[in-house]
């Protein structure tokens, strides 16, 4: 199985900062990785797919990059709204797995 | 607007058997494989498996195969997440979500609300 590493587990950050989220796989997933945001009693939101397409409707401040093992998605200008949990997730074969999570927390 | 709309929570025992559903509308249902996915209390995010609902193919993650069973019947546009035999760790939330393609790999693009299934005696 491929496995998903996500780094950090969580972090503190303030409205207005820019935060970045990695996510390596153990072998490479070519950009068959998409980013999830998840908040508590919410279904997850596609954020990100094809690695560093933006989904429609999604803040332009949301960016994705990566290819193969080594992924990024990066928050510009944190807004209160994106205070949440980011799974990456990839679908390049099965099993698809998620790494486990990274919760971007209020300072 | 897609929408993928599935049942209420349940709560049931161990040992019991247990279908959940997932309906989805607003877009053309066989075109687009579901997939599901467990999250466990605290937890992380889990691939089950995903259907194919225009010929109700499926393929399992091993982690799950031969405990959960995946249908569908496209003349309602609703797959279903089946457990024969319940236990107290598939205590979770269940998410269908819709399977979308950008080359050839498939990813969710639109989710249910989730289905919470508690399984206590």
């Known amino acids: 199985d491929i496995q998903m590493t996500q780094a950090p587990s969580s972090l503190s950050a303030s409205v207005g900062d820019r935060v970045t989220l990695t996510c390596r796989a153990s072998q490479g997933i070519r950009d068959s990785l998409a980013w999830y945001q998840k908040k508590t009693g919410t279904a997850p939101k596609l954020v990100v797919y094809a690695a560093s397409r933006l989904e429609s409707g999604v803040p332009s401040r949301f960016s994705g990059s990566g290819y193969g093992t080594n992924f990024t998605l990066i928050i510009n200008s944190l807004q209160p709204e994106d205070f949440a949990t980011y799974y990456c997730h990839h679908y390049y074969s099965t099993p698809y797995t998620f790494g486990q999570g990274t919760k971007v927390e209020m300072k | 607007e897609v929408q993928l709309v599935q049942s209420g929570p349940e709560v049931k025992k161990p040992g019991e058997s247990l279908r959940i559903s997932c309906q989805g509308s607003e877009y053309s249902f066989t075109n687009y494989w579901i997939r599901w996915v467990r999250q466990m209390p605290g937890k992380g995010l889990e691939w089950l498996g995903d259907?194919?609902?225009?010929?109700?193919?499926?393929s399992y993650s091993p982690s799950f195969q031969g405990h959960v069973t995946m249908s569908a019947d496209k003349s309602i546009t609703t797959t279903y997440l089946r457990w024969s035999a319940l236990k107290a760790s598939d205590t979770a939330m269940y998410y269908c979500?819709?399977?979308?393609?950008?080359?050839?790999?498939?990813?969710?693009?639109?989710w249910g609300q989730g289905t919470q299934v508690t399984v206590t005696s």
């Open positions: 259907i194919d609902p225009s010929d109700s193919y499926t």
């Open positions: 979500s819709r399977v979308n393609y950008y080359g050839n790999s498939g990813y969710s693009d639109s």
